[in-house]
Structure formats: C-alpha cells, structure tokens
C-alpha cells in the first residue's frame, strides 16, 4: 500500500518534515558571508550541493522562515557582499556548526558563539572556518528566488574561485573519503555519520557498459534469495563468464550437492564479499544442472 499526498493539501511545517525526511542524507554548506558592513554571519544549509565542474558551482538555498517568512541573513548579507565561503562539515565540527545554525539577531557573529576560528580568505572578503576539512571561496552569480511565501528557497549560485583543503585529509596526493570523516543532515534532528562501519563500493559503469539485469538468465533473474542489489551488481559485469571461465573459475565444487537456492545462497555471500565474477560464474554453472 501506498500513501499518496497532494503537496498543496499540506501544511507548509508537514510537508518540510516529509520532504527532509525522504530527501536525505543531504550534504552541509556551513556558509560565512559578511554584509556591506563587515558584519560577518555563519550559518549550515542542507539544501545544497555541487552542479558543475566547469565551471565549478556550488548551489545552497537559505529558506525563507517557515514561522514569520522573514530572510535567512546569509540571503541578505549576498545581496549585499556577493561572495561566500562554503566551509565542509565534518564530524570533528557538528556540534558547533549546529550551534551555528542558532537563530542569532543579525550582527552576532556565529564563529564567536560556535568557538570556531576566522581565517581571512584570499580572494573574498568573508572569511573561512579553520577548522573545516575544505573550504571554498566563492563569488555569487546569481540569486534565485523561488517565491515569498513562508519556507520558500532562495538559490545562490556560487562559483568557485579558491579550494582550500587541510593536509591531514589527503592519502597519497588524493582527498581520502575514510579520513574526511563527513556528515550529512536527515530528517529532524538527525544527522549521519560517513565513517567506515557506513562506507560501502560500488563499481561504476563509466568506461564499460554493464550486461544488464535483463541479459541474467531467467532463472537468476527470479531468483528467491538474490536481492534487487545483488542482480543490479551481476549486471555491471561486461559479459556472462564462458563455459572455460565457470570451469577455470573452479565452482563445481562448490555446487555440488548443494540445491538451487543454497547455490543463490552461496553466490549472495560472494557478492557480498565483491568477488562478482565468481557468484556469477556459480550462478550460471547452477542454471547448467
């Protein structure tokens, strides 16, 4: 069963509760900007993310509030200084970078109250956060308002004009994705962790194209015990394995006694563990009895 919601029956704080819910693990813009006085404001955004690589832009989007439809002052300082420091969260910082998202009167400057370091940027006037793994300086091309009504977005297009990466995050001249410790927001007061027990590979189909699901035999293809996961990585392989590869493959063994459906067991548990080219050639030797 499905429950289906017209968004305009909704009211705006329960269809932000869903939309935050479902949409997520969402990345965080911990943006610092200044005003035409010099005044500088810090606040997270997790309606954000990257849109290009070339030119490299960066979107986030302070809503209006849901409770009086009054301006982010992120939104305001950008009309004022069009530029931005988009800092990276990472687990090391949530807790201040939450303590950021404080509805401070405009004026008070969140890296004080949050504890966290100002370090003057290179090519933009608002200033970045030492502590952050990344940051990048930033110019604004563009702001977009969606709306005046009470949770609406305002896009702020951000082109990138300086990286900054922390060395301690770096392995073998690569950002290392393990140590970048990262966070992402969930729906209300949840947040979750990339950290190794949650990092998970999958292979990309980017040089090669993938078999498909619909190439398996019928047999795979309706298997009982195989998931939709386990078809889909059967179907990045190039090809299904020949009959010399299932024998040099060695598999025989390992199917033998063994029912159809302790076989899928079996080869579940292999591509659970990445050797793919083994369960299927377990698989398909399987189909062969």
């Known amino acids: 069963m499905m429950k289906t919601i017209d968004p305009t029956e909704l009211a705006q704080?329960?269809?932000?509760q869903i939309l935050l819910t479902a949409v997520a693990p969402r990345p965080i813009c911990f943006a610092s900007t200044v005003d035409k006085d010099g005044n500088v404001n810090l606040s997270p955004y997790s309606f954000f993310n990257v849109f290009s690589s070339n030119p490299p832009i960066m979107i986030f989007s302070p809503a209006r509030s849901g409770r009086d439809n009054s301006l982010k002052?992120?939104?305001?300082?950008?009309?004022?200084?069009?530029?931005?420091?988009?800092?990276?969260?990472?687990?090391?910082?949530?807790?201040?970078?939450?303590?950021a998202s404080t509805a401070y009167d405009k004026g008070v400057n969140e890296f004080v109250k949050a504890g966290l370091t100002e370090v003057p940027s290179e090519k933009v006037q608002p200033p970045r956060v030492a502590e952050a793994p990344v940051s990048f300086e930033c110019t604004v091309q563009e702001v977009i308002e969606l709306a005046q009504t009470p949770g609406a977005g305002n896009l702020i297009i951000a082109k990138v004009e300086l990286i900054h990466i922390n060395d301690a995050y770096f392995t073998n001249g690569e950002l290392d994705t393990e140590k970048l410790d990262l966070v992402g927001r969930m729906g209300g007061s949840w947040y979750i962790r990339a950290s190794k027990e949650a990092l998970f590979e999958i292979p990309k189909p980017l040089r090669t194209k993938g078999i498909g699901v619909d190439a398996l035999p019928k047999g795979i293809r309706e298997s009982e015990v195989l998931t939709g996961n386990n078809l889909g990585r059967l179907g990045n392989l190039e090809s299904l394995p020949s009959t010399l590869e299932i024998d040099i493959a060695g598999v025989s063994h390992h199917a033998k006694n063994r029912s159809k459906r302790e076989i899928h067991e079996l080869a579940q548990h292999l591509l659970e563990h990445g050797d793919t080219e083994k369960a299927m050639a377990l698989l398909l030797y399987g189909e062969s009895l």
């Open 13 to 16: 704080p329960d269809l932000h």
């Open 73 to 99: 002052h992120t939104h305001q300082n950008v009309l004022e200084v069009p530029e931005v420091v988009i800092n990276i969260v990472n687990h090391p910082m949530v807790e201040q970078m939450s303590l």
